[in-house]
């Protein structure tokens, strides 16, 4: 019986990847824990394994600020276990997260390790919006994931100089439409400088997926960024 279950899984993801858009939905994982806001003495990337509903190792060794994905799957309701990463025998070790997700029909989802406000690892969820983009515009989708309180991300566009400045409060998800251009992206909390303006290139008609992660409490926040172009 558990054969059959891990092939019909396989079978599921296997198809769900072969679908046509109109059917799939797709998940990111992203790695937001540094080692040293876990333990003092643990491995700064602090490398982790993912588990897909008891069966499926789908991520092994997924270090610190990296992103996997997508995970194309259908619709449904998944189990994902995240554990340290063991390197002889992936998804073997206890899970610090054990978490279901459910994703719709058509939707596509970041999956965050993060740490909650007493530092237990925790799974943050944040659905992205990849309807199509105008010409000219790029949309940003920026994740709060690095915990209390408040952050403001700046954007500044370097060739008119103009500035786009939002609040954005933890486990939320910011949606911008910026005009395509080069940029900087800064991250501050009130007048503490999280993240040093950043190189960040809007092209025409993008999705810019954008993750804050690491610990405002313990200033170690980290700006990650997939750029998905084409998006018509």
Not at 55 to 76: D, K, R, S
Not at 138 to 151: M, N, S, T, W
Not at 182 to 188: L, S
Request: with cysteine; glycine share 6%.
């Amino acid at each position: 019986m558990k054969k059959y279950i891990r092939l019909t899984l396989a079978l599921a993801l296997l198809c769900a990847a072969m679908s046509t858009a109109a059917l799939a939905s797709s998940m990111y994982l992203v790695q937001g824990i540094p080692g040293r806001d876990y333990a003092a003495a643990t491995d700064p990337a602090f490398p982790v394994d993912i588990l897909v509903n008891d069966e499926v190792c789908y991520v092994h060794g997924l270090p610190y600020g990296a992103i996997q994905g997508p995970l194309t799957l259908f619709p449904g309701t998944y189990n994902l276990k995240v554990s340290i990463a063991n390197a002889l025998a992936p998804c073997t070790n206890s899970p610090l997260i054990d978490r279901a997700v459910t994703i719709e029909a058509r939707k596509d989802v970041s999956a965050v390790v993060a740490l909650n406000e007493d530092g237990t690892p925790t799974l943050l969820t944040f659905t992205n919006d990849l309807s199509p983009v105008n010409t000219g515009t790029a949309r940003v989708l920026f994740a709060q994931a690095a915990g209390e309180p408040a952050v403001q991300v700046t954007f500044q566009n370097t060739a008119t100089m103009k500035l786009y400045t939002y609040s954005v409060k933890p486990d939320t998800l910011l949606e911008a439409s910026l005009p395509a251009g080069n940029y900087t992206a800064e991250i501050k909390q009130g007048t503490t400088t999280l993240v040093a303006p950043a190189f960040l290139a809007l092209d025409s008609q993008s999705v810019n997926l954008l993750y804050a992660v690491g610990q405002v409490a313990n200033n170690t926040v980290a700006l990650q960024a997939r750029t998905l172009k084409d998006v018509i």
